[in-house]
């Protein structure tokens, strides 16, 4: 597809359960970035991917949090045991490289709800 | 470590009227600095950027941000609002070395009226 896209768009869980947050970037874009956006807390930086280098994870709040990408494209990000402060909107983000000045593009986000 | 103030949550201004969305931010080194647009469950979309240059740098939409070194800010502003730009404005910075991480401010809602 043209932009970044997100899967699902909703996301309805209970207290505890597991989910997963797909991200699939613009093709080509060698970094991935996630982001979460909540009320009073902003948007926040949670980890990103360049290439086959080691993720920077410097931005998950927990354990909980986890996040893969295979093959250099698709990502995944996984929350266990999900508690309600998780609820938010989860935003993923590409570029072309990571170098400081080039543009981040985003997806439409999934908006993540623990009951 | 590096941050971004968006000292305002809400600016109102009359459609026609000019608008300024302030930024200000802190950052160790060069700052590389962004604004983005959020309409209604939407996810961001880019407007401009400064990287180096002029210090005053266009964008979409007939937006426009002023660099300015010394006062560390990056105003968003546009000559003339529409109610179409109506919207959640945030802006964010990053720097060499820092990975292309952004920080973004708060966000400022911006309300165009008729």
């Known amino acids: 597809g043209a932009g970044v896209s997100q899967s699902p768009s909703n996301k309805v869980t209970e207290k505890g359960k597991d989910v997963e947050l797909r991200c699939d970037p613009i093709?080509?874009?060698?970094?991935l970035y996630w982001y979460r956006q909540s009320l009073g807390q902003g948007l926040e930086f949670l980890i990103y991917f360049q290439g086959n280098s080691a993720p920077d994870k410097s931005g998950l709040p927990s354990d909980r949090f986890s996040a893969e990408r295979t093959g250099g494209s698709v990502s995944t990000l996984t929350i266990q045991r999900t508690q309600q402060e998780d609820s938010a909107v989860y935003l993923c983000?590409?570029?072309?490289?990571?170098?400081?000045?080039?543009?981040?593009?985003f997806g439409a986000g999934t908006r993540l709800s623990v009951l | 470590a590096q941050s971004v103030a968006q000292p305002e949550d809400q600016v109102n201004v009359a459609e026609g009227n000019p608008l300024t969305v302030k930024c200000t931010y802190s950052v160790s080194g060069n700052p590389y600095l962004f604004w983005y647009v959020q309409y209604p469950n939407r996810g961001l979309q880019f407007l401009l950027k400064y990287i180096t240059g002029d210090n005053l740098v266009k964008g979409s939409y007939g937006f426009e941000a002023e660099f300015n070194k010394s006062q560390t800010s990056f105003h968003l502003k546009k000559p003339s609002a529409l109610v179409s730009d109506s919207a959640l404005y945030f802006c964010?910075?990053?720097?060499?070395?820092?990975?292309?991480?952004?920080?973004f401010g708060t966000g400022t809602q911006l309300k165009v009226e008729l």
């Open positions: 983000a590409s570029s072309s490289t990571t170098q400081a000045q080039v543009g981040q593009y």
């Open positions: 964010a910075v990053s720097f060499t070395g820092g990975g292309n991480k952004l920080t």
């Open positions: 093709s080509g874009h060698t970094a």
